[in-house]
């Protein structure tokens, strides 16, 4: 299981800092995605389209890394669940958008829309967050034992 | 039980005490490790977000007093061409890069062109430039950017040939877009020529006005190209009969 655990953190991780880094380079591009969604009032589109690209490079890189593993998954779970609403309602309002989910975003000719596709990878992703936040003990992480230390593999009770 | 054992046996309670003591003061230790550095850890995600907010900001913010090229309308994003007062508005908006845009120019052009002659609607080209990711060269401002130098120059006629130019050449998606050289040439083609277009050519005079219009775009609703408005409500048969028929139906209401 814990060999199972590091790759789940890889996957995830490298799935955030990519998502995440690629948001950076075209900062005009990241609005225009948010605002596509027409969820949020105006003056909250920038902030969110500047601010999410850094929360998923840090949860990235702590899923990488192996550091506050528990933490990170479940900001992970937490913004894939909102990810998850954001397409869902840009789904059901019959928007022609694309997610932007790896940069871009916004424009999408009609009849290219891919939202199954995007359902479908987030809720794998979610499901891979859920069960890092439940187990978080894996192998190859650099917080190591005491980082994410749960009652049932905490240093102290394996001592004699 | 001897006396023996039974010091043993005390100082067995006592050294498993000190034990345990020592397992709580090292777990204590821990979780106050942890504590700081997830303090830390938090402090540090949160500057990043300020910073990297700010430092975005300051990217994507134009310059007030940037350049806006003369002969638009619709507060400077537009090129309007047919007369002001004609019963129907026609709003068109797109990307110079956009496969879909140049075959409802293919398509529909043309019955554009006559809507305007005919005095049945005002057409209001809004080109925009959202497609920057898709060539090597950032050829949807360049684009975009050339195309307002010859407005400035030249006039809406001269726009209108150029924009005309821009989609029969077309580049694909993917690769490079036509070079600034090609660029100055088609302009000069349409009646744009002289020192001054070239330079608003080769030096993206217009490139902060290509970001306003962009955004200006953004915030009306527009989230793909092209988008065709007609008297404000999308047209969804992008063929000349659609066309026709979608502004005949916004003449009788």
Known sequence: MPWVATVARWVLGGVFLAAGALKLPDPDAAVRAVRAYRLLPEPLVAPVAFGLPVLEI??????????????????????????????????????????????????????ETAYPAEVVRDVALLAVALALARWPGSRLALGGRHAEATPSNEEGERVP | MSPETR??????RIAEKRAAEERARA????????????????????LAVVVVIAVQSARTSTSPDAAVPANTTDGGTAFAVGPADAPVTVDVYEDFLCPACRQFEAAA??????????????????????????????????????????????????????????FTEQPAEGGPGLTDARLVELAAGVGAAGPDVEEAITGLVYGDWTREVTDAASRAGVSGTPTVLVDGAPLQDRSAEGLRAAVAEAQEG
Not at chain 1, 65 to 74: L, S
């Open chain 1, 58 to 111: 840090a949860v990235g890189l702590a899923l990488v890394a192996g550091v506050f593993v528990r933490t990170a998954a479940v900001v992970a779970a937490a913004l894939l669940v909102v990810f998850l609403g954001g397409v869902g309602s840009a789904w059901a309002r019959g928007l022609q958008i694309d997610c932007g989910c790896f940069g871009g975003g916004g424009e999408v000719a009609a009849g």
């Open chain 2, 27 to 46: 777990q204590e230790r821990r979780r106050r490790q942890t504590l700081v550095g997830g303090v830390a850890a938090a402090v540090v995600v949160v």
């Open chain 2, 109 to 166: 052009g043309a019955t554009l062109a006559e809507l305007a002659a005919d005095g049945t609607a005002q057409v209001r080209y809004h080109p925009i430039a959202i497609l920057d990711r898709a060539s090597t060269d950032d050829y949807s401002t360049r684009a975009l950017n050339a195309a307002a130098a010859v407005a400035d120059a030249a006039g809406t006629e001269a726009f209108l040939d150029f924009h005309d130019a821009l």
């Open chain 2, 7 to 12: 010091r043993e046996a005390a100082r067995r």
